[in-house]
């Protein structure tokens, strides 16, 4: 999934979730891919007439408007769109007096396999929360012959979840067995720390990543391979070289196997922040800061806009009732009302939606690529914390 598309999700899914009704009056509908809408239509007809037996005036009032509203809203669509539809409505007034019946409806980034009716006290968000978390997660064992750091990498979250020491003999010829017997008891003991090691992959990778890669200083990695002391479901996508076993393998290991894992999300993401850090260093095709990125946008100079999912900036409106005259301005504080420089009135706040939302709007409104940088890797933090979480590929530089 995209990083704008899976911000996107992530968004729409926190936004549900904060509504709660008052009894079983908001409803979910999610209709597969592929599955005829009119079926769904027919179903959620049957649903309306049994709505009248809701004891609750209140409760049946909300739920009749919101069956009501999603059946009109779906003779819009001609046929089922082709990931599928999640459509949810409901009363989501936070005050018992008032009734605010809206609709929210989104065609998930991958396909739904799913058909719900669901009438409940919080929107049914489980199938669209499933889809928020990547699919593709990925092993990575680093190890030499004195210990193994296994990790799993999925999206962009490295997870460490297993470090083995090994306990096969130092290869120093003690006093009292023969040089033979004690070979072969270092290498008794190697074969145990191996199959130890392996067992472990078994216990936390299996069913879990779509493939292995195994790297670490020496020939110890290639002999682990050539053992294959784990189940033979479990492919190894490649061997790398590393210089530690420790979490810095894990890491130097996917930085390594780039071609291996070209769309998996933390190797796509470290080699996008680093471009862009290149290209600011040398003076190229790179801008960053808040105003900088705002005028390449605006001004359409930018190619490819990278934001930062912790910019905690927030776009204010402004709106003058004496003169009419409007403001906005990108801030971390608490809108509040500001003093009119037209007429010096006071300014009420119009509107606050978060900046990374105004920004990614109007990108796309401008036909600007947009790609949302997580913070769970070192590169994404690095462009958070050192560049502001902000910034642009350009596609020319102007100079003055």
């Known amino acids: 999934m995209a990083g704008e598309k899976e911000y996107e999700l992530k968004k729409t899914v926190r936004k549900l979730k904060a509504f709660s009704g008052s009894g079983t009056q908001l409803i979910s509908v999610y209709i597969p891919s592929g599955y005829p809408i009119h079926e769904t239509g027919g179903k959620l007809r049957e649903e309306l007439s049994q709505a009248s037996n809701i004891k609750s005036k209140q409760t049946r009032t909300n739920v009749t408007d919101a069956l009501e509203k999603i059946i ?21 007034s936070d005050n018992p007096a008032k009734t605010d019946i809206q609709l929210f409806s989104l065609e998930p980034p991958s396909k739904l396999n799913v058909s719900i009716y669901r009438c409940d006290a919080h929107f049914f968000l489980e199938p669209l ?22 990790a799993i990498v999925k999206g962009t979250d490295i997870q460490i979840v297993k470090k083995l020491i090994s306990h096969a003999h130092a290869k120093v010829r003690k006093g009292g067995q023969s040089a033979r017997r004690y070979e072969r008891l270092i290498e008794e003991s190697i074969e145990k720390y191996y199959k130890r090691v392996g067992e472990a992959v078994d216990e936390h990778f299996l069913g879990r990543v ?18 294959s002391p784990f189940n033979y479901q479990l492919k190894i996508l490649g061997v790398v070289d590393t210089g530690y076993t420790d979490e810095f393998g894990i890491r130097e290991a996917l930085s390594k ?144």
């Open 72 to 92: 009109n809203y779906m003779k819009m669509f001609r046929k089922t769109p082709d990931n599928g539809i999640a459509i949810f409505a409901g009363n989501v």
């Open 129 to 150: 929360e499933r889809m928020i978390e990547t699919k593709d997660a990925y092993g990575i064992i680093s190890l030499d012959g004195r210990e193994a750091t296994l």
């Open 257 to 400: 196997a780039e071609t291996i894992l070209a769309g998996q999300e933390a190797v796509r993401e470290r080699a996008l922040v680093e471009k862009f850090i290149k290209e600011v260093v040398k003076e190229g095709l790179a801008t960053y800061g808040l105003k900088q990125t705002m005028d390449a946008i605006e001004s359409k100079q930018a190619e490819t806009v990278l934001i930062s999912e912790g910019l905690e900036f927030q776009m204010v409106e402004w709106k003058c009732s004496s003169c009419s005259e409007a403001a906005s301005k990108p801030t971390k504080e608490e809108p509040k009302p500001i003093k009119c420089p037209k007429c010096g009135s006071e300014m009420e706040v119009m509107g606050v939606v978060p900046l990374i939302d105004y920004l990614i709007e109007n990108a796309e409104e401008k036909g600007i690529a947009i790609e949302v940088i997580s913070t769970n890797t070192v590169e994404g933090n690095q462009f958070l914390q050192g560049f502001g979480g902000i910034g642009a590929f350009l596609k020319y530089r102007t100079n003055y």
């Open 210 to 227: 779509k493939g292995i890669l195994v790297g670490g200083p020496g020939p110890t990695k290639e002999f682990f391979v050539k053992m």
